[in-house]
């Protein structure tokens, strides 16, 4: 079972985050179950969702309290929700902002999980470049992929494209794409190094 | 076709195959996504021959499906929590005049305190209402129920709520097998009502019925709904025939054979029940699950002879009668009748506190070594020290205020806490 834990604001897609996320790991032919945190949301109000993969029926259905990765949508999250509450030691976290864990204060969760695992991407603006608009949910699927290789960025580009039409669906998909790039490339440069 | 979709869309488009021709709704959370679903389905065209009421409350809805249902028309709704209370004259209704409405309920806590999460209390208030009910374990289950239900309805003429889980069940995506038109339509017959309003052939339904007749009357309700006992098996048996897998029937059993302990649950809750009792059978314990799916009727005989070999039969249930105890523990207690069974009431996921391995697995480890009062009601994972401090707080106060307020203000604020 390989669980993940979206954090966002409302309006910035994390619950069609998880979702797609779920339809990606379905067309492996994995099993998969998203589901958000259930309330009263309102628009930039923390928000998070879940989403759980395995090869067997799943068949809890509880918040997901020990993920193996976290995504973050908003890093202003950091100062007010435990977004890393409960991350397994050898788990995975992707952060969207253009500044480095260090440069986040984030020196005691890099030091166990190692730069390798915890990664900054600039998702929003990849969105605002591919897109048009400061959406980055299904920018981060793309960096997802990159960093946990739970799903390729084929799956992930499918289930975009199954969720939204037409330019929306593309314009997503490049965004994803164009993360999974630069993730793969973060980690292909520090591998060399 | 197997789809990765949401809960909530498996039904709506498990429902259009079933061909309803009337729909009459009125939106509620966590019931929502259906009939928006249905709505669609019936904008473009998809599902045809359908008339998709949208009226002004539930109530409206209700009696609108009495009327549509009377003039013989196959006839859906869904609602969930305040909603289903707001239909409850209508329920009564429904079922008195024996029409085979289909109703799905998104089962979710009723207030006040408002709380707009996931527990039974909706559907258990309603639980003599003289409809069939029965509970889902997951989506595929919420899916396949539906199409039973119309062809159970139909054949005893009476009308049947699908319970499933509000937000766990409706909100979650997760793989469903959903049935195709040609499926559906082999498996349920084109609905011939066994009573209806035709101007050409005029009947009356709804007469006055005095004590001449009335206890007749409902003696014939109970004697059809006791029927459904009979007829939820054999629906359940020709489904798995068809359609390769198993859902419905009126109970199932998880490891049960040679339990000493087993646990009972309805609903969505039976897939973490299962889990913690695969961990403890890895410990040697002797444990079961008996999931209930069809909780109206009450199938007492099945209930009895799953749970005969027994020591301890754990009851956890996401509503109870307040003042009073466990609702499914009654039930359970009336089955188990003369055979030497502790039952313990456990009411856990009020409002939508989430079920979890650790706090099931917690509350069976407390079972196993005895620690647990089985003539108590217990709350899992009750915040005792909120309740001692309330009390304290308004003990010798003249006017100690609303506890609801007082209670949420000692938490402080929630929203920002890790889930």
Not at chain 1, 63 to 67: D, F, G, Q, R, V
Not at chain 1, 97 to 100: E, I, L, N, V
Not at chain 2, 256 to 259: G, I, K, N
């Given at each position: 079972m390989f669980s993940v834990r979206i954090h966002g604001r409302g309006g910035q897609g994390a619950v069609t985050a998880a979702e797609m996320l779920s339809v990606a790991a379905f067309r492996e032919g994995r099993h998969a179950q998203a589901f958000p945190t259930f309330g009263s949301e309102r628009t930039g109000a923390p928000v998070v969702s879940f989403c759980r993969m395995d090869d067997s029926p799943i068949r809890l259905r509880e918040?997901?309290?020990?993920?193996d990765a976290v995504i973050v949508?908003?890093?202003?999250?950091l100062h007010q929700v435990?977004?890393?509450?409960?991350?397994?030691?050898d788990g995975h976290v992707l952060l969207n902002?253009?500044?480095?864990a260090a440069e986040l204060g984030l020196d005691d969760l890099l030091a166990v999980l190692g730069a390798d695992r915890l990664v900054s991407v600039p998702a929003t603006d990849l969105a605002r470049e591919?897109?048009?608009?400061?959406?980055p949910n299904a920018a981060l699927l793309g960096g997802f992929a990159a960093l946990t290789?739970?799903?390729?960025l084929e799956s992930v580009l499918a289930a975009i494209r199954a969720r939204f039409h037409g330019p929306t669906g593309e314009g997503n998909a490049a965004a994803a794409a164009a993360t999974y790039a630069m993730v793969a490339e973060q980690r292909r440069s520090r591998a060399d190094a | 076709m197997r789809e990765q979709i949401e809960g909530s869309q498996a039904v709506a488009r498990t429902v259009a195959r079933c061909r309803p021709e009337v729909i009459a709704a009125y939106p509620i959370s966590p019931q929502t996504h259906i009939v928006e679903g249905l709505s669609d389905l019936v904008r473009t065209g998809e599902l045809d021959r359908c008339e998709y009421l949208m009226v002004e409350s539930e109530f409206g809805a209700l009696s609108a499906c009495i009327g549509a249902s009377a003039a013989g028309a196959r006839t859906y709704t869904a609602t969930s929590s305040q909603g289903l209370l707001f239909m409850a004259e209508a329920l009564f209704n429904a079922s008195g005049l024996g029409l085979p409405i289909v109703m799905t309920v998104a089962n979710r806590a009723i207030g006040a305190p408002i709380n707009i999460w996931n527990d039974h209390s909706d559907a258990m208030a309603m639980r003599d209402s003289g409809w069939i009910q029965l509970y889902a374990e997951s989506n595929q289950e919420a899916a396949d129920l539906h199409v039973q239900a119309f062809r159970l309805a139909e054949r005893l003429s009476v009308p049947v709520m699908v319970c499933m889980d509000g937000?766990?069940?409706?909100?979650a995506f997760e793989p469903v097998d959903l049935p195709s038109q040609e499926q559906v339509d082999d498996y349920l017959p084109a609905f011939t009502p066994q009573q209806a309003l035709d101007p050409d052939d005029p009947v009356t339904i709804g007469a006055m019925v005095g004590p001449e007749a009335f206890t007749e009357v409902k003696y014939l309700m109970h004697a059809k709904q006791v029927q459904a006992l009979d007829e939820i098996p054999r629906l359940a048996d020709a489904f798995a025939e068809q359609f390769g897998r198993a859902s419905g029937g009126l109970v199932r059993g998880y490891r049960?054979?040679?339990?000493e302990t087993v646990v009972v649950g309805l609903g969505s809750m039976r897939g973490t029940l299962e889990v913690v009792i695969d961990a403890l059978r890895d410990r040697g314990e002797r444990v079961g699950v008996l999931g209930i799916?069809?909780?109206?009727?009450?199938?007492k005989d099945e209930v009895r002879e799953a749970l005969r070999n027994a020591r301890r039969v754990v009851v956890v249930e996401k509503a109870f009668a307040v003042g009073a105890g466990g609702i499914v523990g009654q039930n359970v207690r009336l089955a188990l009748q003369g055979l030497p069974v502790e039952v313990y009431d456990v009411v856990a996921?009020?409002?939508?506190?989430p079920v979890t391995v650790a706090s099931i697995g917690g509350l069976l480890d407390d079972v196993l070594a005895e620690?647990?009062?089985?003539?108590r009601l217990h709350f899992l994972g009750l915040d005792a020290g909120l309740v001692e401090r309330e009390l304290l707080r308004s003990r010798g106060v003249d006017r100690p205020g609303p506890h609801a307020e007082h209670m949420l203000r000692d938490l402080g604020t929630v929203a920002s806490r890790p889930v």
């Open positions: 918040p997901i309290t020990e993920p949508q908003d890093p202003t999250l435990d977004v890393f509450g409960g991350l397994r030691p902002t253009s500044r480095s591919h897109l048009g608009r400061p959406l290789g739970q799903v390729s | 937000f766990i069940l409706t909100h049960t054979e040679d339990a799916t069809c909780f109206r009727p009450w199938p996921g009020l409002g939508g506190r620690r647990l009062d089985p003539l």
